[in-house]
């Protein structure tokens, strides 16, 4: 297996040190970008935007078949999904568009790379049918939130590794690409010829990135997919039709169920095997607090959006999966409290830019969802705008999946709470080699992005600048374990 990143060195450092000799593959979130799973926080089409994405196989020798999931923002209900077969060194390419204005968005793409079923030339457009209820098991009850194709305009994606295409097999040859096409497209990905005789196990090597652009406004926000390595033992092959895999499925060897995560703590490694799979990817993306900055200057025509996305959350909210009462570290129902929500309390701390002035804020300015301050969401793009109404777009993604902050003052950071005093949240059942651990805060990632209009750029030109940044996050736990553990 090949995995030459700084994770799994230091991991194997610690282990070496602590006497875990043979310990085990984990659920990981690799800060070098290489992993099995990647997750895109967002995508969007509003405001005239497209969203680009890539994935890109480093593995030389091996292809890989994976599982490509277009998720909406709402209640994250599959809009679209397929399956991807990369052959070694190859990169797939794609951008996601809105059709009309009255409609949904779809995929494009031009790429040679083998998919089933085939992207047409004409788009893949995204589809309503698992949130109106028209889908298959378990998405045959609509859900609460917006009914209409628009709410397939903004959310985000997954791709999850289901194999490694054995080399010289029938597989491999088809979709190994030769003077740039591959050749077996057609014939040897599809289901009926049974692609999963040729996997094995994933050993990882996927990295990615996604690009929101506006060719009209000249804005462009790139941004590094997050890469979950780790994330299987075992082969994940499903079909085209199937709902499967999903971040459910992660799973470790070492165990007779469930798998087992490594989550760094102040520089110390916490070790922790959870029942479910999806436990343990929700470990590796738990904060206690997300921190980043805001810029919001009227003379400069500036403005700051966050995206808060919590990758797990219909796993412990939608009543599909749940039924009627939420899972921590979650605590509501998607619809339990307002339809199209399922609620959150956060805690709110803003600071300018000034020394040891600080201000507390009251919550979001129009309050959303059922408490004052509350992510409704599975995707939440926070907006900084001084003055705002009811319904109307985020500044600068035009989201309305959307809370807004009043900021204070023209530029400074944001403290945003996941353990707040007034609803704490937490995930327990981690199982420790000398314990129990119990990580505080909600699994959450994101970033923000910020946008600058330059009026003067030069005699009659106006320009756009922006940037967008990764969030920045705290972490902590409670054990029961011996006094030197992470949680210490």
């Keep these: 297996m090949k995995r030459n990143n700084l994770t799994t060195a230091v991991v194997a450092g610690i282990a070496g040190v602590a006497g875990f000799a043979g310990l085990a593959n984990a659920v990981d979130l690799n800060p070098d970008g290489l992993g099995q799973v990647l997750l895109y926080p967002y995508y969007t089409v509003n405001k005239g935007q497209d969203t680009l ?31 991807l077969f990369l052959s070694p060194n190859d990169v797939w390419t794609a951008h996601v568009s809105q059709l009309s204005d009255d409609g949904g968005a779809a995929v494009f793409t031009t790429d040679k790379s083998c998919t089933t079923p085939a992207i047409p030339t004409g788009g893949a457009p995204f589809s309503k049918a698992t949130y109106t209820g028209t889908s298959i098991t378990p998405f045959n009850v609509k859900d609460s939130g ?24 029938p597989l491999a040859d088809a ?16 289901t009926a010829n049974n692609p999963a005789q040729y996997l094995a196990p994933p050993t990882g090597g996927l990295f990615g990135s996604g690009t929101i652009i506006n060719v009209g406004e000249g804005t462009f926000f790139g941004y590094n997919a997050d890469a979950i390595d780790g994330f299987t033992d075992t082969t994940l092959f499903f079909g085209s039709s199937a709902l499967e895999p999903s971040l459910q499925q992660a799973n470790t060897a070492a165990l007779a169920s469930g798998a087992r995560a490594f989550v760094f703590i102040n520089g110390r490694l916490l070790q922790a095997d959870y ?12 904060s206690d607090a997300l921190y980043n900055e805001y810029l919001v200057p009227a003379g400069l025509g500036a403005a700051t959006d966050w995206i808060v996305t919590f990758p797990t959350k219909r796993f412990y909210v939608d009543p599909a999966f749940v039924g009627g009462t939420a899972i921590a570290p979650f605590s509501e129902t998607f619809g339990e409290s307002a339809d199209g929500e399922s609620n959150v309390a956060v805690g709110i701390a803003l600071y300018d830019q000034e020394e040891g002035t600080t201000t507390v ?82 699994p959450a990632t994101g970033h923000m992005g910020y946008n600058v209009i330059n009026a003067n750029a030069a005699p009659g030109k106006l320009a756009n600048y922006g940037g967008l940044f990764r969030h920045r996050a705290s972490r902590s736990c409670v054990s029961t374990g011996t006094a030197d553990d992470a949680c210490s």
């Design 275 to 286: 029942a479910f799979g999806i436990d343990a990817v929700s470990a590796v993306f738990m």
């Design 53 to 83: 994405f890539s994935v890109v196989n480093t593995d030389a020798i091996n292809g890989k078949a994976v599982k490509v999931r277009f998720l909406e923002g709402y209640n994250s209900r599959e809009v679209l999904d397929f399956n």
């Design 175 to 190: 979709i190994t690409h030769d003077a740039g096409v591959p050749p077996g497209c057609n014939t040897a990905v599809t």
């Design 146 to 169: 917006p009914q209409d194709i628009t709410r397939t305009r903004e959310g985000y994606l997954e791709i999850i590794s289901m194999g490694d295409i054995i080399p010289t097999t």
């Design 361 to 442: 804020s009251e919550g979001f300015s129009p309050p959303v969802g059922s408490r004052p301050s509350s992510l409704p969401y599975e995707v939440n793009v926070i907006s900084f705008l001084a003055s705002t109404t009811a319904g109307e777009p985020s500044g600068v993604f035009g989201s309305f999946l959307r809370p807004n902050i009043t900021p204070f003052g023209d530029a400074g950071w944001l403290r945003l709470g996941l353990n707040d005093a007034v609803e704490p949240h937490a995930l327990p059942g981690g199982v420790t080699p000398t314990g129990t651990a119990t990580l505080n805060g909600l």
